[in-house]
């Protein structure tokens, strides 16, 4: 039954308290907002009426000019673009056609030391600190970038600072002094970043330096991107100097402005970079004569090649779980950013997708493209397939990185080699719809951020003199067909191969023995133990025929649905398997704790009825010694009568001690239990034998 309690208020409550009655009145007499008899608060004005007293607000419209680059090229060469934007904060940077694929009549690592060198002394600005304060002043920051073919300086800071980083910008890039102490503190800097190369478990800077000079064969793109050990000391000051003279000058620049006036912007490159000459021509810095330190201008060569390095590949601190693993690197030639086939090639990239078995995600990571669903899914070994695509301006590589344990990583290169030649076969169109739909949201989601859309222009008006519109690779993504995709598949693998491992690769397949499955029609490597594999269900058997020929209309309808069928099926069915497998192992395992709890509950039953046993006897020998007491509490022992007969109830041993006799029991708690009274030894009336007790 539910009672109906009465409401009381908090006033109530307290007064009925005398010790809180002071606090009560103190507590009435204040003019609280729920007490107070008009309201302490302004009301304010409805979200419909603008607030009083503030400045008219500035929203951003869309005008032409904030989608338009502007390319402005000056007398020297020298190229500035920019796009207007809304905002208060402007990004600006200087893009150079430098990096380590023009270091061939140099020693290697020179774009590494410059990159450590960025935003140091210059002329007008003392140290990188006094850099850093000018900075600061506009609410700016800077970075540094090199990637194989391109050498990037930026700063991003409020608009009206516009003039003053544009002459921050200028001395980095025209008029930095290099001091010695300075090349001393790079050298140190590209030492510990070596050795912390070579204990992290991370090996893709390292790998990706190895499969380009596979390919390229140590030449062009294939020079290092990380400054061998043996030529930390070879670069000094005048190698550095003799390397800008001949690179950083204005025809191989693209000065670049996101969210500034372009003409403004006009003004101050004409100011800093064109009024005011580079350090090595106005100091007269005295720099080696020779030819051969003149730009390379040589095209890259696509060769394909074979590098493995027998290394100890660093493991993670800490219970990951992780084992060591090798790595390795397989690799084709790809098409430059130029090339009809670029757009194509990244859609296949897209598709291919891929990433690590314990990396952290959530939609659009590409759960279901190519690497998950047939390799990470299906291989418990595997952890971890990514695709990469590289595009140069003469050039491309298309590769898949994988890492596994040591035991198993001749079946991992056949498993890549596998979906590199299945690249063109069974493309879906729900696959190829959701590649291009990622591809699209991937470039329209960096086009927000600033710094991208810069780099965006810079690379573009460097590469060609003119930028794209986004909407143009929009469309383009769009109309790429199963077509396309085959065409482009189909041109990786005419190409040599090139291979790169690091770990424990002594079990890695030769490079003939891998170009021979990129060749076979099902991926198998020569020797291979695996049979041909079904392409729709995965299994071993003999392998479906595609059909080459296109279906006429009247009947490709029905066979379209089917195919997608198969192909959700077919990874439901991977789902399945992967989550059965856990539940037979969980199975395993509750067996085996239901043995051990078996085993273990025998034990208890053991032990139990021991100690009922002993219980029983401690009641036994307990209910005897209560009888005694009971017996000598109402008879004397001088009372008692001897007697030698047989007919006795009960017998007690005289035992030798120095004034009594008596037998004692003790019990599992250590409390002592008398069995026998004590029996003075000089009273020899009793005799030597046996003490007779008669009971009446």
């Not at 400054?227 to 550095?240: A, S, V």
């Not at 090798?326 to 997708?353: K, R, T, W, Y």
């Not at 009888?627 to 007919?647: C, G, I, Q, W």
């Amino acid at each position: 039954m539910l009672i109906r309690l009465p409401q009381i208020s908090l006033s109530t409550v307290l007064k009925k308290r005398p010790v809180q009655t002071e606090y009560f009145r103190l507590w009435q007499s204040c003019n609280f907002s729920s007490r107070a008899k008009e309201p302490i608060v302004t009301p304010l004005p409805p979200l419909t009426q603008p607030v009083p007293d503030l400045p008219k607000p500035i929203y951003s419209t869309a005008k032409e000019e904030h989608q338009t680059t502007q390319v402005t090229v000056l007398p020297n060469g020298l190229r500035v673009a920019s796009e207007n934007r809304f905002g208060q904060f402007c990004t600006i940077g200087v893009l150079i056609d430098s990096g380590p694929r023009y270091e061939v009549a140099y020693p290697s690592g020179i774009s590494h030391f410059l990159e450590k060198l960025a935003f140091s002394s210059t002329k007008h600005f003392e140290n990188k600190d006094d850099i850093m304060l000018t900075l600061e002043k506009h609410g700016g920051i800077c970075d540094c970038q090199a990637s194989r073919d391109i050498f990037i300086y930026a700063a991003s800071a409020e608009c009206r600072g516009l003039d003053t980083v544009t002459n921050i910008l200028a001395e980095i890039v025209l008029r930095p002094k290099i001091t010695e102490e300075e090349v001393l503190a790079a050298r140190q800097t590209v030492r510990f970043e070596l050795e912390t190369l070579l204990t992290r478990p991370e090996q893709e800077p390292i790998l990706m330096d190895m499969i380009h000079a596979a390919a390229y064969r140590d030449n062009t793109l294939g020079l290092p991107k990380i400054c061998p050990e043996e030529n930390i000391e070879k670069i000094d000051r005048n190698i550095l100097f003799t390397y800008l003279k001949h690179h950083y000058v204005p025809s191989r620049m693209v000065i670049a402005g996101v969210g500034v006036n372009h003409q403004d912007l006009v003004k101050a490159v004409e100011k800093y970079f064109v009024d005011q000459k580079p350090i090595w021509e106005e100091e007269n810095i005295v720099l080696p004569d020779n030819t051969k330190n003149l730009v390379d201008k040589s095209i890259a060569q696509y060769t394909g090649g074979y590098i493995l390095e027998e290394c100890s590949v660093p493991v993670y601190a800490g219970p990951s779980g992780l084992p060591e693993l090798s790595h390795v690197i397989i690799g084709l030639e790809g098409c430059s950013h130029q090339d009809p086939d670029f757009v194509a090639m990244c859609v296949l990239n897209m598709m291919m997708g891929g990433g690590g078995s314990f990396s952290a995600g959530g939609p659009g990571k590409g759960m279901y493209t190519r690497l998950y669903t047939n390799v990470l899914n299906r291989y418990h070994w595997l952890y971890s397939a990514t695709a990469y695509n590289h595009a140069y301006a003469d050039t491309g590589l298309f590769c898949i990185h994988a890492s596994s344990t040591p035991s198993h990583i001749r079946q991992m290169v056949e498993v890549i080699v596998h979906e590199m030649v299945s690249m063109s076969t069974n493309i879906s169109n729900s696959e190829l719809d959701r590649a291009k739909k990622q591809l699209q949201s991937m470039l329209l989601m960096n086009l927000e951020q600033r710094p991208v859309v810069f780099e965006d222009i810079g690379r573009q008006v460097l590469a060609t003199g003119s930028r794209k519109k986004p909407e143009y690779f929009i469309q383009a993504i769009e109309a790429i067909s199963r077509s396309d995709i085959d065409r482009v598949a189909r041109r990786l693998l005419k190409s040599p191969p090139s291979v790169a491992a690091r770990g424990e690769v002594r079990s890695v397949p030769s490079i003939g023995d891998i170009q021979a499955g990129l060749l076979d029609a099902h991926g198998r490597l020569p020797g291979s133990q695996t049979s041909a594999r079904c392409t729709v269900c995965g299994y071993k058997g003999p392998a479906s025929i595609p059909l080459q020929e296109p279906l006429p209309a009247e009947v490709a309808s029905y066979f379209v649905p089917l195919d997608e069928t198969l192909m959700s099926m077919k990874i439901a069915a991977g789902f399945q398997t992967v989550q059965l497998n856990i539940i037979l192992q969980r199975f395993n395992e509750t067996t085996k704790k239901y043995n051990d709890l078996k085993s273990h509950y025998r034990v208890v039953v053991q032990k139990t009825e021991y100690l009922i046993r002993k219980c029983n006897e401690y009641k036994n020998m307990i209910k005897e010694t209560k009888e005694a007491l009971n017996y000598f509490k109402r008879v004397s022992p001088y009372a008692m009568s001897t007697s030698t007969d047989s007919t006795v109830s009960m017998n007690v041993q005289r035992l030798k001690s120095d004034s009594y006799s008596f037998v004692s029991h003790t019990t599992p708690e250590g409390f002592r239990i008398p069995t026998s009274c004590k029996v003075p030894k000089s009273n020899r009336k009793y005799g030597n034998g046996f003490l007779n007790i008669q009971r009446k």
